[in-house]
């Protein structure tokens, strides 16, 4: 159990660490969890002789964090149109094709020593008494690092909690083993501790710097400077640039494009009440109020960013009584309200980083579809209107974004664009066309703009209709290396052994798919905050506990039964659009989300229980399924053309194929 625990908050710890310093990684999140999949899969594999802790994995966490902190990768968001991110600005440190190999193959190495000890159990006890102790601590290590997450706890707490852990493990937990000699044990010791004291020392370092604070997206930097006189406080996430707190009257008069959407808007009179969604440190409120709004409600996703602003904007706009701060997901807070605006106003919103445990989703990317634009034009006042803006570089993203307004308003916004090269642009759309005052009209989506962005499909980045390159490569590279380390670390044997168990393999392909269409389902239906995130974890690892618990102690459907429960579920989710669920009241929501969500997790997780209980070789099967669960996460990326919604039918197809390729005795069935 401990070994559980340590090897999902070990997972969880090196997101958050490397996104924060390889910046990389917070587009490619998921190349930490497809590294710890394999690891994972590997350690199952290799786990006969273990009778404690590996020497690789705490050595290889040790030489990971130094390398990171020597080089690490400042700033970078891409610089092809092809794929879902941008930014005008270099990278300092490793190039990708260094860095991200290095994160995956140490990813791996380090899960793998845990993992050695959690299938030692898979062949020691009954197998879902083991696979229980195993979801019991998978619950722990989540429990523990959503807790630290919650009090702001920097990195020197993660890493102290896994140093004390590993130490533990590297106790032989076994009888009769003969004790090293001195020399022996002494050196053993000095191996295993020099590494993580010099994590230790580097985490300490990292945590201590005044101008670091952690938030639960970010590993967040301030400097106060002044410019001609006027306070400046910036704010860097994740080694990004992000933000500036500058007073509104300077701001006005250096950018005077922040503005236009009340002189584009709501002709003939100043917006009263104003949302602002992304306020950020509160230099958008501070404009708002200097604009005449008489009441701001100041949505915000990250908290530690809002208390920085609060602290320290020169302005103070969050202690001003006209503002009402809410930490929130800006598309969940309007799903949830039922106010009106005058103006509501999207602030540069644009996150560094990714839902955690989707691939291609970003904190805002539920933002800019056709069905949110929408929602916006629902939540404002007679004569009200909606604004954006941001540095979006690319003419067809602008473009792209007019016309998502276009088709929600049913007329040609405003565009207002300022610079040459970032493109900073303004699209301003009224509730009527009487209700906006453009300087000149939108010449109109042109033949190469791409379609509105849709939940479905929330890619507002993606220009073409098929998968970067970028993503394509990284993805082969990702399977070669899986085919290549599980060869030579199974000794040329591992696929004889997983042979048999190819439906397995098949059900943990398909159950990732599943994972991912509910996290992605509830970031839409209550935000893509990191707390809804931590919930619908936890939720799925007790769904899988208990179709364990049931299976162990009830007489469970035969697996055809079962199997025919698990496509319905699939169908229950492909039938029920998400407007359906968001058009209901939040505790309906939540009760209707969790049965259609959670219903083929739970009748899967039984069909895995069943099968499982009677496998000839615990550690083969149950590698075999973790194994499947990476090849999942690949194919994840699919939903860039087919949208989430279509993950279900790659699902249903795996899991066509698992039905198929079951052994038809009753006894390896438990039927």
């Known amino acids: 159990m401990a070994a559980s625990a340590l090897m999902l908050f070990t997972e969880l710890a090196l997101i958050r660490w490397t996104g924060s310093n390889v910046v990389h990684l917070s587009y490619f999140s998921n190349f930490v969890l497809l590294g710890s999949f394999l690891g994972i899969g590997i350690g199952i594999l290799r786990s006969g002789r273990a009778k404690r802790l590996p020497y690789y994995s705490p050595v290889m966490l040790g030489l990971l964090v130094l390398v990171i902190a020597w080089k690490p990768v400042t700033v970078n968001r891409g610089s092809s149109s092809s794929v879902i991110y941008f930014t005008s600005l270099s990278t300092t440190g490793p190039p990708v094709w260094v860095i991200l190999p290095i994160v995956f193959i140490a990813a791996a190495v380090v899960l793998a020593g845990p ?9 020691e006890l009954p197998r879902l008494t083991a696979y229980r102790f195993d979801l019991v601590g998978s619950l722990i290590g989540i429990i523990a690092f959503t807790g630290l997450s919650f009090l702001g706890a920097p990195p020197i707490w993660w890493g102290l909690i896994v140093t004390v852990v590993f130490a533990g493990l590297m106790i032989p937990r076994s009888r009769g083993i003969a004790p090293q000699p001195l020399v022996a044990a002494v050196l053993s010791a000095a191996l295993v501790l020099a590494p993580l004291l010099v994590m230790v020392g580097v985490l300490f370092n990292e945590s201590t710097k005044s101008e670091n604070s952690w938030s639960p997206y970010y590993k967040v930097q301030t400097a106060k400077t002044s410019f001609e006189g006027v306070p400046l406080l910036t704010i860097t996430v994740n080694g990004v640039p992000h933000q500036q707190a500058i007073p509104a009257d300077a701001r006005l008069q250096w950018e005077p494009q922040y503005g236009l959407p009340y002189a584009r808007a709501n002709v003939g009179k100043e917006p009263k009440n104003v949302l602002i969604i992304g306020a950020g440190s509160g230099s958008d409120v501070a404009i708002a109020l200097k604009k005449g709004a008489t009441h701001v409600d100041a949505v915000e996703i990250d908290p530690e960013i809002r208390d920085i602003g609060k602290a320290l904007h020169p302005d103070r706009p969050y202690q001003d009584p006209r503002v009402s701060s809410h930490i929130d997901d800006g598309r969940a807070f309007l799903s949830r309200t039922d106010k009106k605006y005058d103006l509501i106003l999207l602030a540069l919103p644009d996150s560094l980083t990714l839902v955690n445990g989707a691939s291609s989703l970003r904190l805002e990317s539920y933002l800019f579809t056709q069905q949110a634009f929408e929602s916006a034009r629902d939540h404002l006042n007679p004569g009200g209107a909606f604004a954006m803006y941001n540095y979006y570089r690319e003419t067809w993203l602008i473009d792209r974004l007019a016309l998502t307004a276009e088709k929600a308003f049913g007329h040609k916004p405003c565009v207002d664009k300022v610079g040459d090269s970032l493109q900073q642009a303004v699209v301003t759309v009224g509730l009527t066309a009487n209700d906006q005052n453009c300087q000149g009209e939108w010449a109109g989506a042109s033949s190469v703009t791409p379609p509105p962005a849709t939940d479905n499909r929330p890619f507002l980045y993606l220009f073409t209709d098929r998968i970067p390159s ?28 997983m042979r048999p168990y190819t439906d397995l393999f098949l059900l943990g392909a398909g159950f990732m798919l599943l994972e991912t269409k509910s996290i992605t389902g509830f970031a839409l239906l209550f935000g893509t905050t990191w707390v809804v995130n931590a919930i619908v974890f936890a939720g799925v690892l007790v769904a899988v506990l208990a179709a364990v618990e049931v299976t162990r102690r009830f007489r469970t459907p035969p697996t055809k039964v079962m199997f025919a429960i698990l496509f319905g579920g699939l169908v229950l989710s492909w039938i029920f659009p998400d407007d359906w669920l968001l058009s209901m009241p939040v505790g309906l929501r939540a009760l209707v989300a969790v049965i259609i969500a959670f219903t083929p997790i739970f009748a899967a997780n039984v069909i895995f229980a069943k099968r499982f209980t009677d496998t000839e070789d615990g550690t083969a099967s149950f590698g075999a399924n973790l194994l499947g669960a990476m090849l999942g996460g690949c194919l994840e990326y699919a939903a860039l053309i087919i949208g989430f919604h279509g ?13 198929l390729l079951r052994p038809k005795s009753k006894t390896a069935i438990g039927t």
Request: aromatic share 10%; hydrophobic share 60%.
């Open 115 to 123: 993992a050695e000890l959690v299938g030692r159990c898979f062949t």
């Open 470 to 497: 970028l993503y394509l490569v990284t993805l082969g590279l990702i399977l070669v290396a899986g085919v290549v380390g599980v060869g030579i670390a199974g000794g040329g044997s591992s696929y004889k052994r």
């Open 647 to 659: 993950l279900l039918i790659i699902a249903a197809v795996l899991y066509l194929g698992a039905f």
